[in-house]
T-cell receptor, first 115, second 111 residues
Framework: DQQVKQNSPSLSVQEGRISILNCDYTNSMFDYFLWYKKYPAEGPTFLISISSTKDKNEDGRFTVFLNKSAKHLSLHIVPSQPGDSAVYFC??????????????FGTGTRLTIIP | NAGVTQTPKFQVLKTGQSMTLQCAQDMNHEYMSWYRQDPGMGLRLIHYSVGAGITDQGEVPNGYNVSRSTTEDFPLRLLSAAPSQTSVYFC??????????FGSGTQLSVL
C-alpha cells in the first residue's frame, strides 16, 4: 500500500520555465511534508518542508503547496536551472504517541532541465 | 564537516554471508535511521533509533539487525544475505522532525 505517490516517474522542462512536481498521499494522519533532491551517487538532500497548518511555503526559487482536502502537494521551481536536474522525492510523516516519527517516501520523479 | 559517513561504498556478497554496514555521524543527532532504495520503490525505512540504546523497526526490517550503543554510530547488520537484499542503503540522522541528513549510500549486491 503506497501511502505517498508520485505518479510521474519523469519530467522534462525547458531552462527558465516553471517545473511542477506532484505528490499525493492517502494517510490522513500525515501532518508534515518534505521534498528531497537526489543527485546520482549521492544521498538525498533536504529541499523544503511544509506543515499541515499551512498551505504554502517558499524558499527562494522553490515553493511547496499543500491541498489537504485533496491530499495533494506540489513543488514549484521557478525559474528552472540545469542544476535542478535530479530525482525529487516527496516524503510525509505523522507524529506518533511516543514523539517518534518515520518518514514515508514516494517513488521519486526524475526532473531533466533542457538547456 | 563530515556529517553522515557510510562505509563501505560498494560491497558484493554471496548468498548466506553476513556483513555490517557502518554509519557514523558527528552532528550529535539523537535520531538515526536506515533506508533502502530500490527501483520504482522509493526509499523504505528499515530500522531507526531515537537515542543510544533505543531502536525500533521500520517498514522492511526482516533480515536486518541494528544496535545503538553510542550517539554517533548506528551499524546495520545483514544476518544471512539474500539476493532480495541487493539495494542501495542510506543512513540518515536528524536533529528535528523530518529534516534528515543522509550519507552518500552503500551499493550492495548479493549474488
Amino acid at each position: 500500500d503506497q501511502q505517498v505517490k508520485q505518479n510521474s516517474p519523469s519530467l522534462s522542462v525547458q531552462e527558465g520555465r516553471i517545473s511542477i512536481l506532484n505528490c499525493d498521499y492517502t494517510n490522513s494522519m500525515f501532518d508534515y511534508f518534505l521534498w528531497y533532491k537526489k543527485y546520482p551517487a549521492e544521498g538525498p538532500t533536504f529541499l523544503i518542508s511544509i506543515s499541515s497548518t499551512k498551505d504554502k511555503n517558499e524558499d527562494g526559487r522553490f515553493t511547496v503547496f499543500l491541498n489537504k482536502s485533496a491530499k495533494h502537494l506540489s513543488l514549484h521551481i521557478v525559474p528552472s536551472q540545469p542544476g535542478d536536474s535530479a530525482v525529487y522525492f516527496c516524503a510525509a510523516s505523522a507524529r506518533s504517541n511516543f514523539g517518534n516519527e518515520k518518514l514515508t517516501f514516494g517513488t521519486g520523479t526524475r526532473l531533466t532541465i533542457i538547456p | 564537516n563530515a556529517g553522515v559517513t557510510q562505509t563501505p561504498k560498494f560491497q558484493v556478497l554471496k548468498t548466506g554471508q553476513s556483513m555490517t554496514l557502518q554509519c557514523a555521524q558527528d552532528m550529535n543527532h539523537e535520531y538515526m535511521s536506515w533506508y533502502r532504495q530500490d527501483p520504482g520503490m522509493g526509499l523504505r525505512l528499515i530500522h531507526y533509533s531515537v537515542g543510544a540504546g533505543i531502536t525500533d523497526q521500520g517498514e522492511v526490517p526482516n533480515g536486518y539487525n541494528v544496535s545503538r550503543s553510542t550517539t554517533e554510530d548506528f551499524p546495520l547488520r545483514l544476518l544471512s544475505a539474500a539476493p532480495s537484499q541487493t539495494s542501495v542503503y542510506f543512513c540518515a540522522s536528524s536533529y528535528r522532525r523530518g529534516k534528515l541528513f543522509f550519507g552518500s549510500g552503500t551499493q550492495l549486491s548479493v549474488l
